[in-house]
């Protein structure tokens, strides 16, 4: 078991509820309303934010690959 898997083991109904939500009109492209901000120095890498939560996701033609989700903290983008 990895740690993204660990983690949403780890989340509350509510958490996981509210995580579903915005995964789902993420990948249905409905980006109004959800919390996007393109990383800086990345030329496709972007973090939806859900409260504490990080989504770290790449934008490739072919749709949208995510790459980690876990809570803010000091380390969430140290490694990308």
């Given at each position: 078991?990895?740690?993204?898997?660990?983690?949403?083991?780890?989340?509350?109904?509510?958490q996981?509820?509210?995580?579903?939500?915005?995964?789902?009109?993420?990948?249905?492209?409905?980006?109004?309303?959800?919390?996007?901000?393109?990383?800086?120095?990345?030329?496709?890498?972007?973090?939806l934010?859900?409260?504490?939560?990080?989504?770290?996701?790449?934008?490739?033609?072919?749709?949208?690959?995510?790459?980690?989700?876990?809570?803010?903290?000091?380390?969430?983008?140290?490694?990308?």
């Amino acid at each position: 078991m990895n740690e993204t898997e660990k983690f949403l083991k780890k989340l509350t109904v509510f958490q996981r509820a509210q995580l579903q939500n915005n995964l789902s009109m993420l990948y249905q492209g409905q980006l109004a309303s959800l919390n996007i901000v393109k990383l800086k120095n990345t030329s496709n890498l972007f973090r939806l934010r859900v409260g504490r939560i990080r989504v770290i996701y790449i934008k490739t033609k072919k749709g949208i690959v995510i790459t980690s989700i876990g809570n803010r903290d000091e380390h969430t983008y140290r490694d990308l």
